[in-house]
């Protein structure tokens, strides 16, 4: 664990002000309450991690601060300013870069075409592609950030998951995002390559980017998470900083908490004695 | 500048740089130009016609009647769409401009400036109605193909009288413009039609939009996966719907040629089936039917091929009848070879 410290530490005392900033903000789909007064800030130069169970509102949260949905109630200001984002071009254009699960990336087209997917560079009068000039360029992001990929031509689909999250990584870095949105980014992933998308979002945090790390595994939130916020059933159930949690405390409150005893209790109730007996006496009743 | 970046010293080893052999395989049109090679050989040896040079302008003109529509249709398709109504679509515009000029006694011109009008409209209300309600291009287009195919023919009765438009081969305008989209000329002994020229003008255009140029990089991410293309802020609406529109450029254009071709008369019933044929020539070309991959070029090899067998089945002396199950089975192969080729280039 001496790594995790190193990871995390040197970012813990940042008071800048937030880039991102929710009060209160609630979704409703028609009579659904998808999510209820959360609060949440994001700074530069920190990792903000948003835990919760399937279903506990986390792409709701990251669908309105990425711009595919907007907010019912609440308040959401970027840069000190609020905003209700339309679309998700609002959202890029207010330096705020998603990663989403499914990566947004086609996954025929060849690696640098992907990087440059909706910034391509052009040239000359004809507004013509400027090819070498883009490989190049991704060629050295992808380099700068540790991960080799020697033919930028091949299609991304050939890439490997982890390949894959980092190329979006780089992409969202190198387009001047100041807030960086990853959806569950070491769901899909084994071991060794969870590593090297962690090391990764601790490059981008140390570039200055404020990143929201979405994920349902607090073992990786807390080997980079500067501050930690639960979501339970779209509300929020622990909004704390990392001084203050421990590994532990943060796994039971994620693995849910206080349910979880209370369900160990109802079960303890239940005497399995009992029940064994029970089926026996109706097997002999037969 | 570029070219001494060479690969960083962190290179993955495993890894060797393709070759060219490998990188030349990976292109979706390979596949249709070794078919079309295969079928080239095969009537140059069946059919003795075939290789009399005077039958070439023939074969090209054949194939450009296809090769034309198969231009947007293949765009479209590698954007993740298709449209059945393109093939009644080019009537509907031949007849559009027809009618129009004939009706209200106007110079050529304007009607076909009307037929343009309403063929990029039939185009853009195509993108729209699909992207407003998000049913597939199937179900969208079919729609469009059944109403354009019924208003064809009633409106053609309700002007004319008949089933035909009114001829315009007398009105003003008409010999400008059968110069432009039906004119006949001779190269190097060889007597074939303005519409091959054009044909091949549109592919360079088109392939060089698609390949290298923002829009064309656009039209692979709508194809290949909207979503995530929609979530870098590509405008995949309007993509979409500009494809449609352009179908309905091409869908004018052809039936501009149809107009001024038959001395300016059309015949309100024709079209019906020529969307599979565009479809066909794509899909030869190594379009993917699910969209994100193929080639202009393509598109053009797979008019070729449809030129080359119509003519081929003749000219050997053959039942034209013959001729739609030789396509089908053109189709089959094609697509197999297409999947075995792509699966091979990708596995080096």
Known sequence: ?286 | MASTITSPASADDRVSARSLGARLLSRPEIGSLVGAAVILVFFLIAAPPFRDINNTGTILYQAALIGVMAVPVSLLMIGGEFDLSAGVAVTTSGLTAGLFAYQFSVNVWVGMVVALAFSLAIGAFNGWLLMRTGLPSFLVTLGTFFILQGLNIAVTRLASGAVASNSISDMDGFGAAKSIFASEFKIGGVTTKIIVVWWIVFVAIAAWVLLKTQIGNWIFAVGGDAAAARAVGVPVKKVKIGLFMVVGFFAWFTGMQLLFNSNGVVQSGEGVGKEFLYIIAAVVGGCLLTGGYGSVVGGAVGALIFGMVQLGVVYAGWNPDWFKAFLGAMLLLATIVNLVVKNRAEAR
């Open chain 1, 1 to 286: 664990m001496t790594t995790t410290e190193s990871f995390a530490d040197d970012a813990t005392t940042s008071p800048n002000t937030p880039i991102v900033l929710l009060e209160d903000v609630g979704k409703s789909y028609g009579n659904i309450q998808a999510l209820r007064g959360v609060s949440l800030s994001v700074r530069q130069g920190e990792i903000t991690c948003v835990l919760g169970d399937n279903g506990a509102g986390k792409s709701t949260l990251i669908k309105i601060i990425a711009g595919l949905h907007d907010y019912t109630s609440g308040r959401m200001s970027v840069n000190g300013e609020e905003r209700h984002f339309g679309s998700p071009r609002e959202s890029l254009d207010s330096g705020i870069a998603t990663v989403y699960q499914d990566l947004a990336l086609a996954p025929l087209m060849s690696v640098w075409r992907n990087f440059f997917l909706g910034n391509e560079l052009t040239k000359g009068p004809f507004r013509q592609l400027d090819a070498a000039k883009m490989k190049r360029i991704a060629q050295e992001e992808l380099t700068k950030m540790g991960i080799s990929i020697p033919d930028l031509e091949q299609p991304v689909g050939k890439l490997s998951g982890g390949q894959r999250q980092c190329v979006a990584i780089a992409r969202a870095i190198h387009f001047g995002a100041k807030v960086l949105i990853l959806d569950e980014p070491t769901a899909a992933l084994g071991v060794n390559q969870s590593g090297v998308v962690l090391k990764y979002v601790v490059k981008a945090r140390d570039a200055g980017i404020g990143v929201i790390f979405i994920t349902h595994n607090p073992h990786h939130a807390y080997l980079v998470g500067n501050h930690f916020v639960v979501l339970k059933l779209g509300r929020v159930a622990l909004d704390t900083h990392r001084s203050d949690i421990t590994l532990e405390e943060l796994t039971t409150e994620m693995a849910g908490g206080s349910e979880l005893e209370a369900l160990s209790h109802e079960l303890r109730e239940i005497n399995p004695e009992v029940v064994v007996d029970d089926v026996r006496k109706g097997q002999e009743g037969t």
